[in-house]
C-alpha cells in the first residue's frame, strides 16, 4: 500500500489545518490507519490512530483539538487539526497497520511525510 500525505504548511498558532492521506488501494482490511509525528531531534509519537471499527485513539497532547477520519470506501485517511500550538511542529506521517489474517505476518506501511509548521 503506498500513502500520500498532502495539507501541509505554516499556520499560526491558534489555527487549523486538514491533512489527508491517500492509498494507493483499498484500506478496507487494514486494521489501523494512523497518523504519527517527529519534530526535529525528537523521536516519531503517535497522533492519532482509527481502527476498521472506526474507534479513534488519540496522544493526550492533542485530545480534543485533533480529530481523525477514515473513509474506506474513498481509501482516505484525514487528520483534522484546530487550536495548533508551536509544539504541534513536526513532519506529520500516515501509517497503515495490522496483521495479515492469512500469514498472520505484521505488516505497517508509510507515507513520506508532510511538514506543519505552527508560529507563534
Known amino acids: 500500500v503506498r500513502l500520500v500525505e498532502s495539507g501541509g504548511g505554516l499556520v499560526q498558532s491558534g489555527g487549523s489545518l486538514r491533512l489527508s492521506c491517500a492509498a494507493s488501494e483499498s484500506i478496507f482490511s487494514i486494521d489501523t490507519m494512523g497518523w504519527y509525528r517527529q519534530a526535529p531531534g525528537k523521536q516519531r509519537e503517535l497522533v492519532a490512530t482509527?481502527?476498521?471499527?472506526?474507534?479513534?485513539n488519540y496522544a493526550d497532547s492533542v485530545k480534543g483539538r485533533f480529530t481523525i477520519v477514515r473513509d474506506n470506501a474513498q481509501s482516505m485517511v484525514w487528520l483534522q487539526m484546530s487550536s495548533l500550538k508551536p509544539e504541534d511542529t513536526a513532519v506529520y506521517y500516515c501509517?497503515?497497520?495490522?496483521?495479515?489474517?492469512?500469514?498472520?505476518?505484521?505488516?505497517?506501511?508509510w507515507g513520506q511525510g508532510t511538514q506543519v509548521t505552527v508560529s507563534s
Open positions: 501509517a497503515a497497520e495490522g496483521t495479515d489474517p492469512a500469514s498472520a505476518i505484521d505488516y505497517d506501511y
Open positions: 482509527i481502527s476498521r471499527s472506526l474507534k479513534a
